[in-house]
DNA sequence: TTTGTTGCAAAACGTTTGCAGCCTC
DNA sequence: GAGGCTGCAAACGTTTTGCAACAAA
C-alpha cells in the first residue's frame, strides 16, 4: 500500500485513484476525506453526514457514495457488527488493532496485538495484493459468559 | 468451546443452551439447525427459508429469530461483505479458514493457514471467552489491482 | 461540450415487529 | 395454565436509485 503517513499523502492517493479511473475530484469528496481523518474509531454515514452539516454541506446520498469509494481505495473499512447501520473506520492515522465481539450482547473491544499483526501482516498470497485486514474474535464477555 | 465433532454434540449444545436460557426445544429450531448442518460455505437467510420449503414449513421470521439465536450460541457465523443481505456460515464440522476480500469488486477467496490459526487460537484474554474467529483481509484481486 | 456527480425525494430491500393462535413446559 | 414461539403481514430504517441541474474535465 501506498504511504499514507500524512494527511497529504492520504489525500494523494485518493486523488490518483479518482483520475486513474476517471471519477472528478469534488470538493465534497475531499470535504468528507478531512472529516474522516478526524474522525478516531467508528462512525456511522449517518453520523458524519451530521457531523458535515455544520461546517459543509452535503447529501446523504453523497455521504454514501464516497464511503464506498473510499472503501474501495482502502482507506475506509466498513464493519457490519450485529445489523445496521454499517460502521466505517478509516485505515490511516490508526494503529492496527482487533476487535473482540460478544456474540451475545454485541459489545465490542478492541486490543492489540504486534505479534497478531505481524503474523497476518507477514503472509503473501498468489494473485491477491493485501492492504490491510480486520480479525473479529467472536466469544463471550464477563456478563455473557453465563449463557453457554 | 463445547466437543461439536458429532452432529448428536451440536445438538446438545444448542439444546443446553435453549435450556439454560428458558428457551423452547421447538420442532423448527432443530429443523434449522438440521438444515445449517448440511449447508457448506456462505448462505443466506432467504436461501436457507427457500431450500427448508421442500420438506419441513417454517416462517422467514422464524428463520431469521433462530439464525439469531445460533449466532449467540457461537455455532454460526454472520457474515456482512459489502452489503445486503448477510451471509451465514455454521462454525461446527468445517475447516478454520480466512477471507481474501476484494474491495473494488466485492470477490471472496478463502484460504487455510495453520500457522495464522495457531497464532490467533493461542491468544488469552482477561474478562473474554473466545469461541470462534473471522480474518478478513482486504485488497485487490488480480481483475482489480489496476485500480491503484 | 461531454459526462460524472450532486441534491432531493421516492423507492427498494432485508430485517424486525405486532398480534392472534399454538404448543412447550 | 402460563408464557415463549410461530406464521403472517405490515412496518421500519438504512441504503439505493431516478432524475434534473450542475460543474469538472
Chains 1, 2 share one sequence.
Do not use: W
Not at 6 to 27: C, D, G, I, M, W
Not at 48 to 61: C, G, H, I
Not at 69 to 75: F, H, I, P, S
Amino acid at each position: 500500500m501506498k504511504d499514507t503517513n500524512t494527511f497529504e499523502s492520504v489525500k494523494a492517493t485518493f486523488t490518483e485513484y479518482l483520475v486513474k479511473n476517471q471519477h472528478r475530484k469534488t470538493p465534497e469528496r475531499f470535504a468528507i476525506l478531512e472529516h474522516i481523518a478526524e474522525i478516531d474509531g467508528h462512525f456511522t454515514a449517518e453520523v458524519l453526514y451530521k457531523n458535515m452539516q455544520t461546517n459543509f454541506r452535503v447529501s446523504l446520498a453523497s455521504v454514501y457514495n464516497n464511503l464506498d469509494l473510499l472503501t474501495k481505495t482502502g482507506l475506509l473499512t466498513r464493519h457490519q457488527f450485529g445489523s445496521h447501520p454499517a460502521e466505517y473506520e478509516r485505515t490511516f492515522h490508526t494503529n492496527v488493532h482487533h476487535h473482540l465481539v460478544c456474540s451475545n450482547c454485541g459489545k465490542i473491544k478492541e486490543f492489540t496485538d504486534k505479534n497478531l499483526k505481524e503474523t497476518i501482516e507477514s503472509k503473501n498470497f498468489n494473485n491477491f495484493l493485501p492492504t490491510h485486514f480486520t480479525l473479529y474474535i467472536y466469544g463471550y464477555c464477563n456478563k455473557c459468559k453465563h449463557i453457554m
